[in-house]
């Protein structure tokens, strides 16, 4: 659009409404601050967030404390909200452009980018990202509960060979100086027993002494593990060997 010298009209005039509009429809919260850190523009999804009406132009700051003291917008976890506040504005301008994640009191998760404007005027927009945060973490749990899955004999619900291996790297990066004590464990005459009752009996005599070896472990960091057939593995981390041989013995375990 072209604009002659005797065209009085602002272009601004126009051009203003246009993109309000579009903010409005972003979806996004968007706000400009100036370089006293006062509010000049807030679309409609930013003043949903904030305890000021529309058309009002508070001190970031201000509206800081009166989310804070209401309980309403973006959550802040503090004691002293006048520290939080001093060392938020420590952050800001400091970088030309900078994200991070907050949450709000409604339940949302939001991306908020910050832009400093040559000048100090700083462009802030929050977009809701609580569904791709919800999918994350529902992913995140998933693969949490295959790990746990791939990791236990689902006979005896302990650790398998896998797990140990991963617990063995785990130990490796302690150092040589941090102290493991383990049990070797196995079931005497257990080819015989299953062999004359059956595998179905010689299952539960598995499960049976998993379970008494869980019961009778004493110590916080005990890992068991089932080796293969009837051998069994435990081990405790940062327990003498004194404290481990104490652990009861002579156990009726398969009746």
């Known amino acids: 659009m072209a604009f002659s010298s005797n065209d009085s009209t602002d272009p601004l005039a126009d051009i203003l409404p246009v993109t309000a509009r579009l903010f409005d429809n972003s979806g996004a919260a968007i706000s400009l601050f100036n370089d006293q850190d006062r509010?000049?523009?807030?679309?409609?999804?930013?003043?949903?967030l904030i305890c000021h009406p529309q058309g009002t132009y508070p001190y970031w700051p201000d509206i800081v404390r009166d989310n804070?003291?209401?309980g309403q917008g973006l959550i802040i976890e503090a004691d002293d909200i006048e520290r939080w506040i001093e060392a938020a504005l420590a952050k800001r301008r400091v970088q030309a452009y900078r994200q991070f994640e907050v949450d709000a009191?409604?339940?949302r998760w939001l991306l908020m980018t910050e832009t400093?404007?040559?000048g100090g005027g700083l462009l802030d927009i929050g977009v809701d990202i609580t569904q791709a945060k919800n999918i994350t973490t529902a992913l995140k749990q998933e693969y949490q509960n295959a790990l746990v899955k791939a990791e236990t004999d689902l006979l005896t619900d302990m650790g398998n060979r896998r797990a140990l291996e991963r617990l063995r790297k785990i130990l490796m990066s302690k150092g040589r100086h941090f102290?493991?004590?383990?049990?070797?464990i196995?079931?005497?005459q257990f080819?015989?027993?299953n062999d004359t009752l059956g595998h179905l009996q010689g299952d539960l005599c598995l499960r049976q002494v998993a379970e008494s070896i869980r019961n009778s472990l004493r110590v916080s960091e005990a890992y068991p593990i089932r080796l293969g057939g009837d051998e069994f593995l435990v081990l405790m981390l940062g327990a003498p060997l004194s404290r481990a041989a104490g652990s009861p013995e002579n156990q009726k375990w398969c009746a």
């Open 105 to 107: 009191w409604d339940g």
């Open 179 to 184: 102290q493991v004590t383990a049990l070797m």
């Open 191 to 193: 080819k015989p027993y």
């Open 186 to 188: 196995d079931i005497d």
């Open 116 to 118: 400093l404007i040559p």
């Open 68 to 70: 804070y003291a209401k």
């Open 39 to 48: 509010l000049l523009y807030g679309n409609t999804q930013y003043y949903d």
